[in-house]
């Protein structure tokens, strides 16, 4: 990986970090997501028009970019739900290795090798979340469990997504605009159907947010389109330890056992993901 690309996705790792705890810390997670969300799409559709490179120069990066999107709509809802419902650092230990070992299956069948660094991160993986535990926080915890495994679920369809509809040629602003604002409107379908109304946020916390949600996924994107896929999320996986950290600051007190979890959750990342 060119030392440039190492730069991005360690970046990104702590962006990423960064904004969920952002988010987290909001009175109101579902209105200042929307509007976070909204601000970044906005923001995105505006360095599309500048980028040097075509916004989409085969089909197939539109398709996939749509695809990608409804990942993301699932994520956000997963997010939202599980921010509302239970600590930081154990939600997104969940989401992130979930993600991971949701992957992983699929790899296998698109014939991927396997061997023994890639079974025991797994194991590892499993165990830590497992330390983990699906109640953290008492029942909030529990309610939370549902949301956390969306979440999962839709991170590894929209990373496959996303490294598809680059490799047919998709910029990154623009693949980010296109996926975004199909998950927007997935979540405000959600939203309306649960019966839900936004409430007035904070403006500037809000755009916070948004702006540093897309410098996030942009670090990101650039890092993919020009490295192998194993190494960038190898390393943007490191954002499990930093979103840890970050929940201590805002005050969370994991159990010891929860804390041996992520770390597991996170080492068992950097290997599953080490490039081979």
């Not at 890639?118 to 008492?138: K, R």
Request: net charge positive; hydrophobic share 55%.
């Amino acid at each position: 990986m060119a030392p440039a690309a190492l730069g991005l996705t360690l970046a990104s790792a702590v962006l990423h970090a960064i904004w969920n705890a952002l988010l987290k810390r909001s009175k109101d997670v579902d209105a200042t997501s929307a509007v976070a969300f909204a601000a970044a799409v906005a923001i995105a559709a505006l360095l599309a028009l500048v980028w040097r490179a075509p916004a989409f120069p085969q089909v197939a990066a539109v398709g996939w970019a749509l695809v990608a999107g409804c990942g993301e709509g699932g994520y956000f809802i997963g997010l939202v739900g599980s921010l509302e419902r239970a600590p930081l650092g154990w939600s997104y230990a969940w989401m992130r290795g979930g993600a991971l070992l949701v992957a992983w299956p699929a790899g296998l069948l698109l014939g991927e090798p396997v061997d023994g660094l890639a079974v025991a991160a797994v194991v590892g993986m499993l165990a830590g979340l497992a330390l983990l535990g699906g109640a953290t926080g008492g029942v909030r915890g529990g309610r939370a469990l549902p949301y956390v495994l969306t979440a999962a679920l839709s991170i590894a369809v929209y990373n496959a997504c996303y490294k598809l509809s680059l490799g047919a040629g998709a910029s990154p602003p623009a693949l980010y605009a296109v996926s975004m604002a199909v998950g927007l409107g997935i979540q405000a379908l959600y939203r309306r159907r649960r019966g839900g109304r936004l409430k007035p946020v904070a403006l500037g916390p809000a755009l916070l947010v948004g702006v540093v949600c897309l410098v996030a996924f942009l670090c990101y994107l650039v890092a993919l389109r020009t490295s192998p896929s194993a190494a960038v999320l190898t390393l943007r996986n490191t954002s499990i330890v930093f979103t840890f950290i970050l929940g201590w600051a805002l005050g969370e007190r994991p159990r010891p056992r929860e804390a041996a979890g992520a770390l597991l959750v996170s080492l068992g990342a950097v290997l599953l993901g080490w490039p081979r």
